[in-house]
């Protein structure tokens, strides 16, 4: 795996630190892709990753990511794992900037990469025989919940733009492959969702037996990238035993029924 090139987004924390990781043990190249530097030079002197400094919801970055990427040799796969929740209000009285916030980083942001980037997967898969775009969505793109209105909005926008890519790129080795997770406890997701409200953020995973990791995504992602190249998983479910859905799951110790 060592000629395989993939560039992951998110990098700086959480899921997309996680897969950047997994990868550099798996021996691949990787190159990281954040808006914050401090945490992908620390990244970077941790993995012997490449790092670059991008925000996705700005054209010039991922414009500067694409010609960096381009000079620095072939890409094979790319993980859109960027992006994030604002708010758990009504559709009446949710925000509108969150769900332009969230628009913009789940669904133009992952937009914006392929669109950079697509080219030079190609070029990869000239060289190898196959390129990989990964989408990283969620169950509320999926199902609908109370309180969820601009995430679903934006995670069901980027399922279908997920579904839509894998039409348009039918007949070149290119897999599309959708990652979409439950419950994951990172330290920063549900954080950003309540606007630093740590109290709000531990309550959500308060005595919900073994919520899923950021190592469990991450083994996930790179499994699906590393199953022979005619092997496509178009889309992954993955929940904690706990959730049986975006809006239940089980509190306490999990037991057998008398």
């Given at each position: ?88 209000d009504s559709v009446e009285a949710s925000s509108t900037d969150d769900w332009v916030w969230m628009f913009e980083i789940n669904v133009l942001?992952t937009k914006r990469v392929i669109s950079a980037l697509l080219p030079l997967l190609r070029e990869g898969a000239r060289e190898s025989g ?124 999990l037991a057998v029924k008398d």
């Open positions: 795996m060592s000629s395989r090139r993939v560039v992951v987004t998110g990098a700086s924390s959480g899921i997309g630190a996680a897969t950047v990781r997994l990868f550099r043990e798996r021996g691949w190249e990787v190159v990281g892709v954040a808006r914050r530097r401090d945490r992908l030079d620390d990244l970077a002197a941790e993995t012997g990753a490449d790092v670059f400094a991008a925000d996705l919801t700005r054209q010039e970055d991922v414009d500067a990511l694409r010609d960096h990427l381009a000079a620095t040799g072939p890409i094979h796969a790319l993980v859109n794992n960027a992006g994030g929740a604002k708010g758990l942001g196959h390129a990989d775009i990964l989408n990283l969505t969620s169950i509320a793109g999926h199902t609908a919940y109370a309180g969820g209105g601009g995430y679903n909005a934006a995670k069901f926008a980027q399922h279908a733009l997920t579904e839509v890519l894998r039409l348009e790129l039918n007949g070149e080795p290119i897999r599309v492959v959708e990652v979409a997770p439950g419950m994951v406890a990172t330290e920063e997701f549900s954080l950003v969702r309540f606007g630093g409200d740590r109290a709000r953020r531990d309550a959500v995973y308060e005595d919900v037996p073994e919520p899923l990791t950021a190592e469990d995504i991450a083994e996930t992602i790179v499994h699906a990238l590393e199953l022979p190249r005619h092997v496509d998983l178009d889309l992954i479910v993955v929940k904690p035993v706990a959730q049986a859905a975006p809006h239940r799951f089980a509190k306490g110790r």
